[in-house]
């Protein structure tokens, strides 16, 4: 979801204060350096570190607006998610909430972590939100384009999943309709995963399986975790886990469903 303009672009964490991303180029149109290379016109040699917090910071996910800008989401010590926009060039964006990121504690979540991201035709974009610690809640959230959360999502801009076992989030993907659909992983078990599709609105879209959500399990798993969602042309979901079996054996389990759950 970083490719945009012939380029594609990784956002990263080194371990110590900052936040990190990485322009390449994947083509020749419009930018500096050789195919395949980095971009010099980004933060002049194509690499951009920035430290957002002062404090350590984790970048998971990126993705490209319709004008090369680009959104990444993380997290930071002082226990909350970060999202952040840059310019083409790397610089951060003064227009997007404040200074160009919102470090708002998403609440009632805490210590939370930002780590897939979507954007949809308007320009606002979804947020898959996990735990770092053991709470039994993921989130999934929408921005609108300042980078306020929208309150005419769900109307406060978030929509909070609880389940008697740990729930950590987790992934979000939109379909040609720009509803949401969300993965997060019932990981007190480590034998489930979970998918909800919703409405534009926040509200479940019950035309899904059973009441707009769908559990399904790992074959006898002692652990798992989930991975990414994505739709594909035809509207089907498509989901990609781990599996760990007996303590020794590791599975890539990729999983399709389709168009109504």
């Known amino acids: 979801n970083g490719v945009k303009n012939d380029t594609i672009s990784i956002a990263y964490y080194t371990g110590v204060s900052s936040t990190n991303a990485t322009r390449a180029i994947a083509g020749t149109g419009g930018t500096s350096g050789p195919a395949g290379g980095l971009d010099t016109s980004f933060a002049t040699d194509g690499t951009l570190s920035v430290d957002l917090t002062g404090t350590p910071q984790s970048a998971y996910a990126i993705i490209s607006q319709t004008d090369a800008k680009l959104i990444v989401g993380g997290a930071h010590t002082s226990a ?9 060039t790397g610089v951060l964006d003064t227009s997007f909430f404040t200074s160009g990121k919102n470090m708002t504690a998403a609440g009632p979540l805490i210590n ?3 780590i897939d991201l979507d954007i949809d035709t308007v320009g606002r974009v979804y947020g898959a939100i996990r735990n770092q610690i ?35 989030g987790g992934s979000v993907a939109l379909y040609a309709n ?5 993965q997060a992983h019932k990981d007190g078990s480590g034998t489930e995963r979970h998918i909800r599709r919703y409405e534009i609105d926040g509200s479940l879209d019950t035309t899904f399986s059973t009441n707009g959500e769908v559990d399904w399990g790992a074959d006898s798993p002692t652990n798992s975790s989930v991975g990414r969602i ?14 760990f079996v007996g303590g020794t054996t590791h599975y890539m389990r990729i999983v399709r469903f389709s168009t109504d759950g």
């Open 80 to 88: 909350d998610k970060i999202i952040s926009r840059h310019s083409v």
């Open 112 to 114: 939370t972590e930002l």
């Open 134 to 168: 053991s709470v039994d809640e993921s989130m999934l959230v929408r921005f609108r384009t300042d980078g306020e959360l929208d309150t005419a999502f769900n109307t406060n801009g978030k929509v909070v999943v609880t389940h008697t076992n740990q729930y950590t």
């Open 178 to 182: 720009e509803k949401p659909i969300f």
């Open 230 to 243: 994505r739709i594909d042309t035809s509207g089907r979901v498509v989901s990609v886990n781990s599996d």
